[in-house]
């Protein structure tokens, strides 16, 4: 009996091997999926157990008048009344609205501003420029931390840096972190100060400007003004509108330095009780954890649908090198 050859690598001919079977096959992709799943079990334990199931709960903690105290198995159902109160029977749910929307408002567009303008001066040839970068993006390193929250009360307090600086022109100062008038501009001041993170976006889509463009308006006479606005700004757009959006959410919530300056009342006089600020007093320190939870999907859905308008309105504004529109 003539036995069958096929071909090896080097052209000669031998006896042929076992061709796999179907049921070989079909076992040998369910071991690669049985292994990419292991590999991505601590992601999904994460997932699962830090996120997903958390978020469940807090919905349905929304709906109940829990307050951390009670077991989860004695919490009574209240329905739409922890929502009814947030929305017709809390005054000062409104007032921190309010507050959280004056400081993002107000500290959002400061702050993209100063890094976009810092990032122009840095995108330059410049001897040490590169010492510069990192010491304008070390505030953004530190964060929200509570150290440097501290160390900001202290500077604008009565007696802080900033008055004594204001002394040397014989400008009296005011305890800024104590009035009620300027404790939220001291935070809107902090925030601007930390313009790091988006001055490096920016500085990253500044580079990728071909230089072309700049010197075909300069042959055509445009001046420093209308080379930014005719070609900077239309080939920054995306990078402007990631930025945009990033440092709005990062903006409302905004929490550390809040808790730090008012000792965690959003004092003085409520004028520094952010959004976040008054879900934690809600949550653990009045202990109305049911409460908190329907604040903190409210307050998911507010940010979900502000997100949703810059990306709806984006269009009209965001233009790509390659010719597409932001969709």
Do not use: C
Request: charged share 15%.
């Amino acid at each position: 009996m003539a036995l069958t050859t096929a071909p090896d690598q080097t052209g000669r001919t031998g006896p042929a091997g076992p061709r796999p079977t179907r049921r070989g096959a079909g076992r040998a992709r369910l071991g690669e999926g049985l292994a990419g799943y292991v590999f991505l079990s601590p992601w999904l334990i994460g997932l699962m157990g830090i996120t997903a199931v958390p978020m469940l709960l807090s919905l349905w903690l929304s709906f109940t008048d829990y307050d951390i105290l009670t077991p989860l198995s004695e919490v009574r159902w209240v329905g739409l009344a922890n929502y009814e109160r947030m929305f017709t029977g809390d005054p000062s749910y409104w007032h921190a609205v309010r507050v959280t929307l004056t400081f993002a408002l107000v500290a959002v567009p400061l702050k993209l501003a100063a890094a976009l303008g810092v990032a122009l001066l840095l995108n330059r040839a410049w001897r040490g420029v590169g010492l510069f970068r990192g010491l304008f993006y070390l505030p953004s390193l530190l964060g929200g931390s509570v150290a440097l929250a501290i160390v900001w009360v202290n500077m604008f307090n009565r007696d802080g840096a900033f008055n004594s600086f204001l002394a040397l022109f014989g400008i009296e100062g005011l305890p800024w972190v104590s009035d009620p008038d300027w404790a939220l501009e001291t935070l809107m001041v902090l925030a601007v100060w930390q313009f790091g993170a988006p001055m490096v976006i920016f500085l990253a889509g500044l580079k990728q400007i071909p230089t072309e463009l700049y010197e075909a308006a300069s042959v055509d006479g445009a001046g420093t003004w209308r080379r930014f606005r005719a070609v900077t700004l239309p080939m920054l757009s995306p990078v402007i509108f990631f930025n945009l959006v990033l440092e709005t959410i990062h903006g409302f919530q905004g929490f550390t330095a809040a808790f730090v300056l008012s000792n965690g009342t959003g004092g003085p006089v409520d004028s520094t009780l952010m959004y976040t600020l008054k879900l934690y007093i809600s949550g653990f320190t009045d202990l109305e954890m049911g409460y908190a939870s329907a604040m903190a999907w409210v307050f998911l859905v507010a940010i979900a649908l502000i997100t949703a308008v810059f990306f709806s309105t984006g269009r009209f504004w965001v233009h790509y090198s390659d010719g597409e529109e932001d969709r």
